[in-house]
């Protein structure tokens, strides 16, 4: 620790006048200065294997390493469990720069470096052979990439033909069981629609007749001063019937909403009737949508591995 602390106050302005320069001189000598015996790298089984001699317990202790996998944090994680006696590795290359926590060891092994445990630096030599271990490897996944790109590439189509040929036996057995529905929703529709205009037929001739009515009253039996009342209650129950209606639909009252609302009325009282399932209908009808824009999903140029059509545009010219 009094080591490590003048090495810091070396590196302070103005200080080195207050040491003494055979300490300056030793302190020089023991940061590099380097061990080659505590530290040794092979090849075991087509894995580095580098064994380091433990500072406390004075034995060598073999780590296996995965260059591609590991770090120089986690190799320094596992020295240091080894021996709890060790409280500082670093690493550095043979110019001298530390090396960061975050590098692969695949790129740490491709050239010598310097290993440091507890102040005391030792030279790590990487064998040759290694170095063409590694460049195995990486063709090795080169290859796998390629495998994997050319069975993509020879499978894809029939994937897609074989998902086709589902979905359209799917679709078929839809439109199949969509078919009599369909007829008894045509059937049901038209009816409905028939006593839907009727009705509306008939409020038409209702006002007529009340228009009729109330005309006769006013000019031939009775004068104005005697049906005005009468005339006044009459719009405004009508007033309350509309109002009514918005309590009961929370709509507000509009011919063509009151039209679409007898329609449904009608059409769900015969489906009732005839043991129409509505419900039945709409699901077969949004399956039969989904399955159709499966189908042209599937016919997407890019799922095809085809080239995109190009966008046509239109050039606008400003006077």
């Known amino acids: 620790m009094a080591a490590r602390f003048l090495l810091g106050l070396k590196t302070v302005p103005n200080v080195q006048r207050y040491i003494s320069p055979v300490w300056i001189r030793a302190l020089d000598s023991r940061k590099y200065t380097t061990d080659a015996s505590g530290v040794s790298m092979s090849l075991r089984s087509g894995y580095p294997v580098i064994s380091i001699s433990l500072p406390s317990r004075k034995e060598i202790c073999d780590f296996t390493l995965r260059p591609h996998l590991q770090t120089v944090g986690e190799l320094s994680k596992q020295i240091m469990a080894e021996d709890k006696g060790v409280d ?19 790129l740490l092994l491709q050239s010598n470096f310097l290993l440091e445990i507890n102040g005391t630096k030792f030279s790590v030599e990487v064998p040759k052979n290694l170095k063409y271990t590694l460049e195995g490897e990486q063709s090795l996944s080169d290859v796998k990439n390629s495998i994997f790109k050319l069975y993509t590439a020879l499978n894809v189509d029939a994937h897609q033909l074989s998902k086709e040929l589902e979905l359209k036996k799917q679709l078929e057995q839809l439109k199949t069981e969509l078919e009599p529905l369909e007829q008894e929703h045509q059937k049901l529709a038209l009816q409905s629609n028939k006593r839907t205009n009727w009705a509306i037929w008939a409020g038409l001739a209702y006002m007529s007749v009340q228009f009729g009515f109330f005309a006769r009253l006013t000019w031939v039996d009775y004068s104005w001063d005697v049906m005005e009342p009468v005339t006044y209650f009459t719009t405004y129950g009508t007033s309350m019937a509309m109002f009514a209606y918005f309590i009961l639909t929370r709509q507000e009252y509009n011919y063509k909403d009151a039209q679409n609302r007898q329609y449904l009325n009608f059409f769900y009282r015969s489906a009732t009737q005839k043991k129409f399932d509505p419900d039945r209908y709409n699901h077969v009808k949004e399956t039969i949508t989904k399955v159709q824009g499966e189908l042209e999903r599937l016919h997407d140029p890019l799922l095809l591995n085809l080239p995109t059509p190009h966008l046509s545009t239109k050039s606008t010219t400003s006077e």
Request: without cysteine; neutral net charge; glycine residues 6%.
């Open 88 to 106: 500082r590795i670093a690493l550095y290359s043979q110019e001298g720069h530390r090396i960061a926590q975050s590098t692969t060891l695949d």
